[in-house]
């Protein structure tokens, strides 16, 4: 996904007006793809797809074998399951990021996209502010302390490093979430 | 994410008691959600002094993350600490499995690889869920040790880890536990783990008194080295 670019959603529902319907939602806002197979899905799926929006009862494969098949693909995408099923199960063991309640309203699914997008922004940030820190720590490797004072990138630096900080931790709540703090480490490893 | 999300607790305490642990000024306690990193070489007792802050709170609950001993093993070693084995639960993340079985129990979530950050993840929610409300008295986690993460996983994945596991600890107002042996590691690396660290406790040895530690990070606490 690149700035000038609008995120790709893939939607993956095998009834036709369920699956336009959440088009139409999201068409204002990001690039919609479709697909109403687990095997079609698959095939709509490459580098460019940020959130997929995924029917857990779908004809064949289901929305796990899917998600699994995925997942051994190493995609770095966001996983929403919508299901009508009653969520008495465990997202975070089944490997989910999201999971959506069919039916679901406008807000909800625009919301879950939205959380899902914001939570790999953050696993930028985090990748930002270990790059920044690991400068520091190599800049205060070289340089004796009176050089590091009058230095203006080693300032700039360190103003860097606390915004990005305040900023990350402003977020930390996010964390109390079961599903987020397992999505935030499952993002790391997906996408190194 | 929708309504019906599962979150985990916020702990209800007003510090943690670390009883004599650290004789160290204004150590007595510490406040909820402080991230500690008890760092210094081999044979230093690390995971020992990790265990016994671990064990320091009679009343809370415990978790501790090895990639180094079985659980059941360090369950033991927990006992022989705190005198219980009770509060202790463990993500082993050995990749062994002493019984022969990765089937998780009540005290032990196993974990097939150190190298699987996700899966330990996983398993510290599987052991905040099932304490349930009884975290509100206080909850301390450990990972025992980041030197061991690091031979298994690439600095920066640590990295990545240790600061959702961390900000984790802040959020839900945890006592945060972690040990390092500097030595071991690239200094970069370790300056960047460090720096995640609201205390550091650094070990070393000393000839008349076997060894020494010293606290930084900790405003009520002297920052020269004291006989441990």
């Not at chain 2, 690390?46 to 090895?66: N, P, S, Y």
């Not at chain 2, 929610?125 to 996983?153: F, P």
Request: aromatic content about 4%.
């Amino acid at each position: 996904m690149t700035a000038t670019e609008e995120p790709v959603v893939l939607v993956v529902e095998d009834e036709p007006d369920v699956g336009e319907t959440y088009e139409l939602w999201l068409a204002g806002d990001y690039e919609v793809r479709r697909a109403s197979t687990g095997t079609e899905a698959l095939e709509a799926l490459d580098e460019d797809v940020d959130v997929v929006l995924l029917d857990r009862m779908l004809p064949g494969m289901s929305g796990e074998a899917v998600l699994s098949e995925l997942r051994d693909r190493g995609h770095d995408v966001q996983v929403a399951m919508v299901t009508a099923v009653d969520p008495d199960f465990d997202i975070v063991e089944m490997g989910f990021d999201a999971y959506v309640t069919k039916p679901p309203t406008r807000e909800t699914l625009l919301e879950t996209i939205t959380d899902l997008l914001e939570r790999r922004e953050r696993t930028d940030r985090v990748r930002e502010y270990r790059a920044l820190l690991s400068k520091r720590a190599a800049l205060e490797g070289g340089k004796s302390g009176t050089e590091l004072v009058e230095s203006d990138a080693y300032d700039e630096l360190e103003e860097r490093i606390a915004a990005l900080e305040d900023d990350l931790e402003a977020d930390e709540d996010r964390l109390l979430e079961d599903s987020e703090f397992v999505g935030a480490l499952r993002d790391f490893e997906e996408s190194d | 994410m929708s309504s019906e999300d599962r979150s985990s607790r916020r702990v209800q305490v007003d510090n943690y008691d670390l009883d004599d642990v650290l004789p160290v000024e204004g150590l007595a306690a510490i406040d909820p959600g402080t991230n500690v990193l008890i760092s210094g070489g081999r044979m230093l007792g690390k995971d020992r002094l990790a265990l016994e802050l671990l064990a320091a709170g009679t009343d809370d609950q415990a978790i501790a993350v090895t990639p180094d001993t079985a659980g059941s093993r360090l369950r033991e070693d927990f006992a022989s600490v705190a005198g219980q084995l009770d509060p202790l639960r463990v993500v082993d993340c050995t990749g062994a499995s002493g019984s022969g079985s990765f089937d998780d129990t009540d005290d032990v979530k196993y974990v097939t690889s150190p190298g699987d950050l996700t899966g330990i993840g996983m398993g510290i929610v599987k052991c905040t869920r099932e304490m349930g409300e009884s975290v509100d008295d206080g909850l301390r986690l450990a990972v025992l040790s980041l030197s061991t993460l690091l031979q298994y996983s690439d600095p920066d994945r640590v990295f990545n880890f240790l600061h959702t596991v961390t900000g984790r600890v802040s959020a839900a107002d945890y006592l945060g536990i972690a040990t390092l042996d500097p030595g071991a590691h690239d200094p970069k690396d370790v300056n960047t783990l460090t720096s995640q660290f609201d205390v550091v406790v650094e070990l070393r040895e000393a000839d008349e008194v076997g060894r020494e530690a010293r606290v930084l990070g900790h405003h009520e606490s002297p920052r020269t080295w004291q006989p441990l």
